[in-house]
């Protein structure tokens, strides 16, 4: 059975639980998002000719239909611990 479309776009298929936001139409959700800078860069950027990302574009084009309000970038300070 087909539902009407949902936050995520497009039409779904399953309960009708998962359709009843529907019924109030697509909801724009604010986003706050964390970004863990050490994973950041050893997991996506340490061996590409890329060392600058734009953080809030890649954001906007991740998550379309949601504003994003803040962007927290996060590292580890590196001090001794003894």
Known sequence: MIYPPNHFSGWVAGP???AA???YGPR???LNVYVDAFNLYYGCLIDTPYKWLNLRALCELSFPADQIKDIDYFTFGGGNSG
């Open 21 to 23: 936001l529907a019924l």
């Open 16 to 18: 009708p639980e998962r």
């Open 28 to 30: 724009r959700m604010i």
